[in-house]
């Protein structure tokens, strides 16, 4: 493999950021000059290669041995993990947009709207770099699975098969409406000069609809307590605490960026061939069971897995044990 | 009747704010000195007498034959209506800490955390005042039903029934998320000068919340439309659509108030004697059917309806024919 001078190597991950071709021309018009796509490709070397995406959180760093909480999706992706990295090689990016080492904006630039179809083609000139021709599979959550189902639309030759989780064609108009609101509460909080307490507030309503109501009466049952003469109910310090540290180690633009970007996504499902594992979460807020349903029919080669969680639209990160079935098809046929 | 001097009589209501007692002690602590209650009786003068009571932007006009947008219920209640007032006497009130002509919080003044049990001790100190014995029943939704569950808990003998809709002896950990983001945006827009705003985008928020996701996927199906380079989703639109509207018409202060007091609710339903309709609507997002079941179990005397509507949390506004013969029971013996 051809380094490019960016690029760096551990024991078990190499690791770069790629000077993408000149000039990406964008789905939903205008362009990115020079753009930059950070990436991490991790587990055995031999293995076949799967892409891992995750929400719109997510970063290339996907599992890391030394430093397992660094991953993204540590629960679930390493060696021995449901998706097991002593079977398959893991390659991770930074989304475009995103708060990692891609292209991204930044305050009071203009960016332009990104689409799932514009990281599906970073992705493909990533493949190019590396000189990989064909993928074992893209394994997308949430944000990630829809830029899996772009990536098949467009690229069907360089991928074997799709495993798509919490994600469908398009987004829920109810999911879009929690989104809205967020995205107004950072531009609102921005204009106020005072972003990163926007982007708190917006993790906040995020979390509360990426976790279902059962698992909230479960854990957030108690008392509120008074606090500066005012009373502070359970979940709201949960949610609050959660919406700080994401203020801390996140962008308000790129979040506006990607949150966005969800919103926009609409693929044609008859167009995307490529065998296709669905995986749908009933408690999910987010995604209806109902779309992923609909979805599975549009889609000429799929199947589709209902699991129920108290995770809800996070259950990507937390069920290992009921995901690592749906994984097998990933590896060699001589293996499973 | 001993009109006190604020009271006014029109041709089909009477209608008053009321002195309440010099000092109301409050649930939580503290007291309100000197209080005022705000208050309107409309329907058949020899009819037997119903309270009806909404969410937390309900007030007195229940319903009002000369404007008749200009009653909160006005769908639902009135002559002829599923609540047929030439067949029982509405009496509505503006809740203590709303935004209508009771005593409230003003901008940046002090004001006590409010519970329902403080409410149903304001409605029965006009009861008082109106020598009104004992109410034929109270039919109260949202925060309506909390205040009913508080009021029979509290004035057993004051009421012969109660028919709460959407609303349970507690809120849900998940709706209290809901709520405390909306808080945190109201006071966080506060903190910028700039309440009002926050209170557009805490009600957007709050609409998504009251609505079902299959009434929002059967409305906001189209393309975002773009404005000022960026794009705005046909549910975006609606939702600050509604916020501004709120906005122009609501004070902040008053929405954190009763907000809270949703979240504060907690009534000892193993208490309440009182025989209890409740009507749960499986759409519901805010208050879970599985709540109102086991509200129902915990009660003495209830019997449980269950409704499908897409409206959600508001189907109490909208679902006049299927809450009709929920409303019988207030009719007289006689004439039901």
Redesign the interface.
Known sequence: MNLAPLESFSADALEGVLHLPARLSLH?GGSLTQPLLGWRLAGRADAPIVVALGGISAHRRVFDLQQPREGWWHEVVGPAHSLDTERVRVLGIDYLGGSGQSSAPVADG?FP?LSSYDQAQALCQLLDHLKIARLRAIVGASYGGMVALAFAERFPTRVEKLIVISAADRA???A???R??QR??VR??HS?G?AP??LE?AR??A??TYR??DE??L???DQ?RQSD???V????DY??ARGRDYAARYRPESFLCLS?SI??HAVDASRIATPTDLVAVREDQLV?VADMRALALKLPCARLLELSSPHGHDAFLKEAAALKPVFSSCYGVHES
């Open positions: 939903h203009v709207s829920h108009p109810m879009t409406a929690w809205s609101v107004r509460i609102f909080a106020c005072r307490e926007g507030l906040a309503l979390m509360a279902s109501p909230f009466a854990r957030f049952g509120a003469g005012r009373f109910f359970p979940v709201e949610l609050f966005e919103d926009l209806p």
